[in-house]
C-alpha cells in the first residue's frame, strides 16, 4: 500500500471519528480524504509544492 492511499484513508478515518453523519459529515471527509491524499503524495515525492507554488503564481519553471 503506498503511501498515498495511507494518507487518503487516514483522513477519511479522522473525518468518520471527527463527525459522523449528514451532508456536512461527507463534505468534511471529502476534504480530509483529499487533503490526507495530497500530503501522502508530497511524502512520497509525487508531488512538489513548489511547483504548484509557481504555477499558482502564473510562472512556467519549463520556460
Known sequence: MNLAL?????????GFAGYFGGF????LVAVL????FVAGRVLEGDLDLRDLGELLRGRD???
Not at 495511507?6 to 479522522?14: E, F, Y
Request: net charge positive; hydrophobic share 60%.
Open 6 to 14: 495511507v494518507g487518503l484513508l487516514a483522513g477519511m478515518g479522522l
Open 61 to 63: 519553471r519549463r520556460r
Open 33 to 36: 480524504g483529499a487533503a490526507g
Open 24 to 27: 456536512a459529515a461527507f463534505l
